[in-house]
């Protein structure tokens, strides 16, 4: 089953909460927040119009505050919450290791319930930051081992996926033709405020690298209708290719955006981000991929 897209939830957040565990959303009036996780509660919904340095500084802080909690659903809840916001943009290494320690830890705690060969989405958010933002955690629950061992799997279908879509052009893109490219595949949607925050940095990049051979391919699953206007009025230059089927995005195992692969001239998968990228952030993945 497609779990519902992070970005989709968290743009809706408030009045209604995240339940991580097994995808559930409940109502706000239907959680009951202790004075305690109250603050807490508020600070994260307004976590995401901080500035920059702001924001790093109160998810870390979140992180300690969260880990303090006694040991009750509430504290699982936040601790998901705080992770699934913490990876839009750059936090740096420190707040984003704290924050994948709470998780962890509350994890550890409370562990939900997953089904056998299915790991829960929050096992899947621990496993992401350990293999994809390169943080440190473990545990003993066979959930996670399950959950490590998917996102292995799924890296090995992106590695062998291939494609052919058309672009709000009529032009079409057949990703085995881009060998001796490098390319950046980026899923988005118009809906999807982290989305919108990143595109003008891959505009900039596409713009100074294309003559070296970068290619970014933005994929979305929305009608032309309504991906044409607004990629004119912010005049993006990159191909913007239409997957109103999803065939591709299921193909690449995307439930959740933005998100985006770097492959490098021979083909090869060689990064990808698990949600938003700065500038400086996509300018480290293209490195990876030979571009300097």
Not at 113 to 124: F, I, N, R, T, V
Not at 211 to 216: I, P
Not at 238 to 259: A, M, N, S
Request: proline share 5%; net charge negative.
């Amino acid at each position: 089953m497609l779990r519902v897209s992070r970005a989709r939830l968290f743009t809706n957040l408030l009045p209604v909460i995240l339940v991580f565990s097994s995808a559930v959303l409940l109502a706000q009036d239907k959680v009951v927040w202790s004075d305690q996780e109250k603050p807490i509660v508020e600070q994260l919904g307004g976590l995401r119009k901080l500035d920059d340095a702001v924001r790093a500084r109160t998810a870390k802080e979140l992180a300690l505050q969260i880990r303090t909690l006694p040991a009750v659903p509430n504290k699982l809840r936040l601790a998901g919450w705080l992770a699934g916001l913490a990876t839009e943009g750059d936090f740096g290494r420190d707040t984003l290791q704290e924050v994948t320690t709470t998780l962890a830890t509350a994890l550890q705690e409370q562990p939900p319930a997953g089904k056998p060969g299915e790991p829960d989405s929050l096992y899947l958010e621990l496993a992401s930051l350990v293999r994809y933002e390169h943080r440190q955690a473990t545990s003993d629950n066979p959930q996670f081992a399950e959950a490590m061992a998917q996102l292995e799997a799924e890296d090995a279908a992106r590695q062998n996926a291939d494609f052919t879509l058309a672009d709000l052009a009529g032009k079409t893109w057949h990703f085995a033709d881009l060998r001796g490219k490098v390319v950046l595949v980026n899923f988005w949607a118009t809906w999807c405020p982290p989305c919108r925050k990143e595109m003008p940095d891959l505009e900039a990049l596409y713009e100074k690298y294309k003559d070296q051979g970068l290619v970014v391919l933005a994929i979305s699953d929305e009608e032309a209708a309504k991906v044409a206007p607004f990629i004119t009025e912010r005049k993006i230059g990159y191909p913007v290719l239409l997957d109103p089927g999803r065939k591709v995005t299921e193909l690449f195992r995307v439930d959740g955006i933005p998100k985006s692969f770097v492959y490098d001239r021979d083909g090869k998968l060689v990064v990808q981000s698990i949600d938003m990228r700065t500038r400086s952030q996509f300018l480290g993945m293209l490195a990876q991929a030979g571009l300097q």
